[in-house]
């Protein structure tokens, strides 16, 4: 599973249990996160660094926040290259957190439909 359904829950109890907000949050999400893997993408395919780093740092951040662990551990590791240099195979690492980034996508798209539905227990 790419999305822990447990942090979803922890994060609805944060926004004091309010099913609306958590449906917003997920749908800030799932709008923010291509933008942010073209950034990946544009920035692996020009060897900018700093803005690759960014964009797996903001991505991270987000992906902790939705349970999305796998991406998030992903992104940190590609976070990290980049403050040594310009990682090694760029291109791939970002394809491979494109395919993570995506399945969590999915996963959250069904979460937000249970959500819409009022078909939201613990």
């Known amino acids: 599973m790419a999305i822990a359904r447990n942090a979803l829950d922890k994060l609805l109890e944060l926004i004091?249990?309010?099913?609306?907000?958590?449906?917003?949050?997920?749908?800030?999400?799932?709008?923010?996160s291509p933008l942010l893997?073209?950034?990946?993408?544009?920035a692996a395919g020009a060897g900018d660094r700093t803005s690759l780093g960014r964009a797996a740092h903001t991505l991270k951040s987000s992906a902790r926040d939705f349970g999305a662990s796998e991406l998030a551990a992903s992104c940190e590791v590609l976070e990290k290259q980049?403050?040594?240099?310009m990682p090694g195979e760029a291109q791939a690492k970002v394809e491979t957190?494109?395919?993570?980034?995506?399945s969590a996508q999915k996963e959250l798209g069904m979460h937000l439909a249970a959500l819409n539905r009022g078909d939201w227990s613990k």
Not at 16 to 30: N, T, Y
Not at 37 to 42: G, P, R, S, V
Not at 82 to 85: A, I, L, S
Not at 97 to 102: V, Y
Request: charged share 20%.
């Open 16 to 32: 004091g249990g309010d099913h609306a907000s958590l449906a917003e949050l997920i749908e800030s999400f799932l709008n923010e």
């Open 37 to 42: 893997l073209a950034q990946l993408q544009q």
């Open 82 to 85: 980049c403050r040594e240099g």
């Open 97 to 102: 957190i494109i395919a993570e980034c995506t």
